[in-house]
Nanobody
Framework: QVQLGESGGGLVQAGDSLRLSCAAS????????VAWFRQAPGKKREFVAAVSESGGVSRSADSVKERFTIDRDNVKNMVYLQMNNLKPEDAAVYYC????????????????????WGQGTQVTVSS
């Protein structure tokens, strides 16, 4: 079992930055892939970024690739999502997810592959 808790969301203006945090507890954290997903009202949950078990490899969705960065600290059991140059279309509830799965985009971009989820944190971006 992995328990996840997100923080750091809020209301910002377009062009601002936010750093989301995800605190993990439970099983050995370095055994799991961690990803961020987001879900806007009326839309499907979509992949944002993922980081490998060791933190050595990460991938981001094309829509955020030049603006968002994911990283993790396996000593502190934390995962972060640095979001720069936020746009109104980035507004959503952001979720942290963890799971034991192959490091391949077929898997880590699919929310159904993740067993553990946080409660989400709201990000609102005004234009």
């Amino acid at each position: 079992q992995v328990q996840l808790g997100e923080s750091g969301g809020g209301l910002v203006q377009a062009g601002d930055s936010l750093r989301l945090s995800c605190a993990a507890s439970g099983r050995t954290f370095s055994d799991v892939i961690v990803a961020w997903f987001r879900q806007a009202p009326g839309k499907k949950r979509e992949f944002v970024a993922a980081v490998s078990e060791s933190g050595g490899v990460s991938r981001s969705a094309d829509s955020v690739k030049e603006r968002f960065t994911i990283d993790r600290d396996n000593v502190k059991n934390m995962v972060y999502l640095q979001m720069n140059n936020l746009k109104p279309e980035d507004a959503a509830v952001y979720y942290c997810a963890a799971g034991v799965l192959p490091w391949h985009d077929v898997y880590y971009q699919d929310p159904r592959q993740f067993d553990y989820w946080g409660q989400g944190t709201q990000v609102t971006v005004s234009s």
